[in-house]
Nanobody
């Protein structure tokens, strides 16, 4: 089993920045892809960003391209999501997840954190 714990969420004004972290423990993350998802009230969960084990494959949903950056530190079993130029529509609960399938397949993520709230005030 993999345990994932997110941190770094909070309240920020539009245009501001936040950095989310996701620390993993338990089963090794070797060969795993890591992703960030978000879910806003009344909306479906959205696949926001992902990074392969090597970092060679990176995905962003169009709405965050140029503003969000995903990265991982395999030595620390941690993945990050740097979020800049935040907008009110980025408000959601953000979840990190792990997959032992393709980083680009949102259906393959089967280990989940508990989520962290990000609220962007306009």
């Amino acid at each position: 089993q993999v345990q994932l714990v997110e941190s770094g969420g909070g309240l920020v004004q539009a245009g501001g920045s936040l950095r989310l972290s996701c620390a993993a423990s338990g089963r090794t993350l070797r060969s795993s892809a890591m992703g960030w998802f978000r879910q806003a009230p009344g909306k479906e969960r959205e696949f926001v960003a992902a990074v392969s084990w090597s970092g060679g494959i990176i995905y962003y949903v169009d709405s965050v391209k140029g503003r969000f950056t995903i990265s991982r530190d395999n030595a620390k079993n941690t993945v990050y999501l740097q979020m800049n130029s935040l907008k009110a529509e980025d408000t959601a609960v953000y979840y990190c997840a792990a997959s032992y399938r393709s980083a680009l397949d949102p259906q393959g993520y089967n280990y989940w954190g508990q989520g962290t709230q990000v609220t962007v005030s306009s």
